[in-house]
């Protein structure tokens, strides 16, 4: 298998790690190609590359991120994750190795939307906002903006105004991921939003009613919030922490889910 990064018919395009998709209203489809830092497009039965332009290689000549605002063809991305588009046609990708969360304009123009491009955790305005790792957005009809904040353990929301707000409770979990080194692990908690806690969410899907569905990858569930009474409950999933205090959620034991598997069909 040759994983390179090659446009043209689609059958002989190639790419590095595509790992999320979305539809554009004139039925083209949108690829995060991770590890190529790029969005491709499938239109027509080729693909090109819409957005990205990777310029450094590492020692083994995969192509390197970088963080760089520009028309759509000479922007750059790292590890473009999560990608949604809003009723006026204008493109969300969750920059995950930048920690910000992009926008493509309708006249090609890239911007960063929110973030300093430092991991972090800081509720503000958008440009001092932090996120740390975030790999997937979901737009609501109102221009509503959530993020599955991976690393930081949280879903985030971005209001109309640029506000940037952290809508669960964080977690306090340390766990040395190397010798000396703390960071701190997700937790599990069902409940009100505001006190709930997930472990490293990865996917996020809008329903009819605008709430919220999460892949909680670390918790090995999916999750829902309920907007209207502000509750997260597990919808699927068997939760199990070891811990007499934690209830068992349902009965249905699942493989870790991954943040491209999780859609929305409409009927």
């Known amino acids: 298998m040759t994983v390179t990064n090659v446009d043209g018919k689609a059958l002989e ?16 489809i949108l690829i995060s190609d991770q590890e190529n830092h790029s969005i491709r497009q499938l239109k027509d039965g080729n693909v090109s590359t819409y957005a990205g332009m990777p310029l450094l290689t590492d020692e083994f000549g ?8 520009a028309q759509k063809d000479s922007a750059m991305f790292s590890s473009p994750s999560g990608i949604d588009v809003d009723s ?25 939307l929110a973030g300093d491009s430092l991991p972090g955790l800081i509720d ?9 790792y975030p790999q997937d957005i979901a737009v ?18 971005i209001d109309n105004e640029g506000n940037v707000t952290t809508l669960n409770a964080t977690s306090m979990r340390p766990v040395e991921v190397v010798a000396g080194v703390i ?40 999750r829902y919030i309920d907007f209207t009474n502000n509750v997260v409950t597990t919808v699927a999933g068997k939760v199990t922490l070891g811990n007499k205090n934690y209830m ?6 699942m493989e870790q889910p991954l943040k491209q598997n999780l859609h929305l069909l409409e009927d």
């Open 140 to 157: 609501a009809k109102d221009g509503t903006i959530y993020v599955a904040d991976t690393l930081n353990h949280v879903i985030r929301k």
């Open 62 to 69: 995969n192509p390197e991120g970088a963080l760089h605002d």
């Open 124 to 132: 503000d305005k958008a440009e001092n906002a932090r996120f740390y």
């Open 88 to 112: 006026s046609g204008n493109i969300y990708i969750a920059d995950t190795e930048n920690h910000v969360i992009r926008k493509i304009l309708s006249n090609g123009n890239v911007i960063t």
């Open 248 to 253: 068992q959620i349902l009965d249905i034991r």
């Open 183 to 222: 960071e701190s692990a997700g937790e599990f908690k069902d409940g009100k939003l505001s006190e709930a806690k997930f472990n490293e969410p990865t996917s996020l899907v809008i329903d009819s009613k605008g709430n919220l569905y999460v892949s909680d990858t670390g918790n090995q569930a999916i």
């Open 13 to 28: 395009a190639s790419f590095r790690f595509p790992i999320n998709l979305a539809i554009l209203s004139n039925g083209s």
